[in-house]
């Protein structure tokens, strides 16, 4: 094989030894393949958004500052009497697993509840878009926890 100094000698020769005939040779023998791929490759894209399951997520983000014209507009003029120590307990106060427990107990994720997809291959979460309520009174058999019962109207 050559040394080539300059990546440009490289490709005036690739340019110099191209075959076109060749190339389109090759390329008749195998259209039938590179279509076949390209089909599958599509189709294979297709099922994948389809009918896999969608996920979100959600972030949010507190920012305290202490400047007057905030503080009125938002109507708590009583953080700019507090100081550091205090806003910094805040947010600790946020961040706590106290809180994050708190607020997970009162959302409602006791019962899920889940719509089956036309073709039965993926199923939609229906979290407060559900058409009915069950209401938990006693469970008698705690087998039944953790398990899909089917509702049919």
Request: proline share 2%; glycine share 4%; net charge neutral.
């Amino acid at each position: 094989m050559e040394n080539y100094k300059d990546t440009s000698d490289f490709l005036n020769d690739a340019i110099e030894d191209f075959n076109l005939n060749l190339f389109k040779y090759v390329l008749k023998k195998s259209i039938i393949w590179i279509i076949l791929l390209f089909i599958l490759c599509l189709g294979g894209g297709f099922l994948v958004i389809r009918y896999s399951e969608r996920i979100y997520e959600a972030s949010a983000s507190l920012i305290l500052k202490k400047t007057p014209e905030t503080m009125k507009v938002l109507g708590v003029e009583s953080i700019l009497q507090a100081d550091d120590a205090e806003i910094y307990r805040e947010i600790q106060l946020l961040k706590s697993s106290m809180m994050i427990h708190r607020v997970l107990d009162s959302l409602p994720l006791a019962v899920s509840y889940f719509n089956k997809g036309r073709t039965g291959l993926v199923s939609s979460e229906m979290y407060k878009t559900s058409p009915f309520e069950v209401s938990i009174i006693k469970i008698k058999n705690t087998q039944i926890l953790d398990e899909v019962i089917k509702l049919k109207f």
